[in-house]
């Protein structure tokens, strides 16, 4: 069946959830869009009149990320705010929030975690952008307690929308220095999308990366490991006995991951989904063993 061709100016109604038009589609691919199908679709649904989309388009086409032009990001099957100049969320990140849901509702004794008597499990969210990773595992995993913490004020902002969501807070400042004292030992999951492109890298990234994300946000340092040494170096003063950190990494990255984990006390493990195309390297601060009393 021919889809039907539809002239500038007249539009499919927003959330209708008919075919974009043609033209539409064709101009994002002229523009350089892999993805223009599924792009026009997701302006079609944002605006709410044939004037606004025409804006946006207009805004898509001058190289603005999509995610900014619309103001919000699919993650984790859920819709995040994410407002222009704040990081954009990528899709392999959610192997971030897999392994985090999963030590969270693991149990080692018949029991969820944390284990009775613990209370509210507590995840801390570094370098949280949006706050896309922490509410994901907030939605998925209800009751816990969570707190998301960036540098930037603009993303703080934006996090603190989303955040709101799930009953969380937002705070501003430089990785632990912007966490509350009382949280010190009791982090049960503290996970950080750090910056961790080598900065030679970052002149390589796609221009909407580069020209409308903040370079704090994507640099890493000379070998894209300086934001991640030093969250690896404060978990474990921040960690519960048996709690976990977790981190997003490159492959050329892992070996001084690794090692970084091992010697600073934590447990390390790599995971990889090639789907997501993610990695992400976890480390367990170990919980003491139980005292055997002998009769």
């Not at 990001?73 to 897999?98: M, N």
Request: glycine content about 10%; proline content about 8%.
């Amino acid at each position: 069946m021919m889809r039907s061709m539809t002239t500038p100016g007249t539009y499919p109604a927003p959330g209708s959830g008919q075919t974009p038009p043609d033209w539409l589609v064709a101009r994002l691919r002229a523009a350089g869009c892999v993805f223009a199908e599924d792009e026009a679709a997701v302006l079609v649904a944002s605006a709410s009149s044939s004037a606004e989309l025409a804006d946006l388009l207009r805004r898509r086409v001058d190289g603005i990320p999509l995610e900014h032009v619309v103001g919000w990001v699919d993650f984790a099957g859920r819709r995040i705010v994410v407002d222009e100049g704040v990081f954009v969320p990528r899709r392999r990140s959610e192997l971030l929030v897999r392994e985090a849901v999963a030590h969270l509702t693991r149990s080692t004794d018949g029991r969820p975690a944390p284990p009775a008597g613990r209370g509210r499990a507590m995840v801390a969210d570094l370098c949280c952008g949006c706050g896309a990773i922490g509410v994901a595992i907030a939605t998925a995993v209800p009751g816990i307690d969570l707190v998301a913490a960036d540098l930037d004020e603009a993303a703080a902002r934006c996090a603190a929308r989303n955040v709101a969501a799930v009953g969380g807070t937002v705070v501003q400042g430089d990785l632990f220095a912007a966490l509350p004292v009382r949280l010190r030992g009791r982090v049960d999951v503290l996970v950080a999308n750090a910056p961790y492109v080598p900065t030679d890298a970052i002149a390589l990234m796609p221009p909407e990366a580069r020209d409308h994300e903040p370079a704090a946000a994507l640099d890493g340092g000379p070998d894209g490991t300086d934001i991640l040494r030093r969250v690896i170096a404060g978990a474990p003063e921040w960690l519960t006995p048996g709690g976990l950190v977790l981190v997003e990494v490159g492959r050329t990255q892992l070996g001084t991951v690794v090692r970084e984990l091992e010697r600073h006390g934590l447990k390390p493990r790599i995971v990889v989904d090639d789907d997501l195309g993610g990695i992400v390297a976890t480390g367990r601060r170990p919980a003491p063993r139980p005292i055997r009393w002998q009769s």
